[in-house]
């Protein structure tokens, strides 16, 4: 079967503009998870759903960044108004039972 | 607070010689551990997950790590390395109070394995 896909596979933006990044996540997966992968802090944790759970918003780094799973599928994650720090690459992941498969990731530039 | 240390940022080995990427962890109560490589341009892919029983787990492309709870360590490992296993190599932890959680990463060891 399909595993996890993200979209855009890049994207390249200017300072102050809003980007949405996509995550499809594996068939009948319960959670998601976002990471954001950069030099100098490895691999952080920003959001989690987990089924119709209020998602864990701990790890998002300020309120530019938001995300959503709509119909406990697909998710988009939201950064407004971006600053270059943003630039890295964003992870998606999925699990049933504790293992997380990841997607390809989408890897952001800020201009 | 959970956290993990991959204390190399390196590791160089020839090809054909044993080798080890080095992985410690903090959480409370008993751990998930898991190891995950990245090959350049690609996403994570699962190597490896400790949950409960033999301390020796074996994963994919011949790897395999070794949980020892009183040095709280989960070392992975692999007799006979080869050219493609050069890669970035990521241990993780998370807690298993919830069953599915964030994991928490450590800051990878990129492994160059000479031919």
């Known amino acids: 079967g399909a595993g996890v896909s993200q979209s855009p596979s890049n994207k390249v933006t200017e300072k102050g503009k809003d980007v949405e990044l996509r995550c499809d996540p594996i068939s009948g997966h319960t959670a998601l998870y976002w990471y954001r992968q950069s030099l100098g802090q490895g691999l952080e944790f920003l959001i989690y759903f987990q089924g119709n759970s209020a998602p864990d918003k701990s790890g998002l780094p300020s309120d530019r960044f938001s995300a959503e799973r709509t119909g406990g599928s697909v998710s988009t994650l939201t950064i407004q108004r971006t600053q270059q720090e943003d630039s890295a690459v964003y992870l998606c992941?999925?699990?049933?039972?504790?293992?997380?498969?990841f997607g390809p990731g989408t890897r952001l530039t800020v201009l | 607070a959970q956290s993990v240390a991959q204390p190399e940022d390196q590791v160089n080995v020839a090809e054909g010689n044993p080798l080890t990427v080095k992985c410690t962890y903090s959480?409370?109560?008993?751990?998930?551990l898991f190891w995950y490589v990245q090959y350049p341009n690609r996403g994570l892919q699962f190597l490896l997950k400790y949950i409960t029983g033999d301390n020796l787990v074996k994963g994919s492309y011949g790897f395999e790590a070794e949980f020892n709870k009183s040095q709280t360590s989960f070392h992975l490992k692999k007799p006979s390395a080869l050219v493609s296993d050069s890669a970035l190599y990521f241990c993780a932890v998370s807690s298993p109070v919830a069953g599915n959680t964030p994991l928490v990463f450590g800051k990878g060891t990129r492994l160059s394995v000479i031919a």
């Open positions: 959480v409370s109560g008993n751990p998930y």
């Open positions: 992941a999925s699990s049933l039972n504790g293992e997380q498969f």
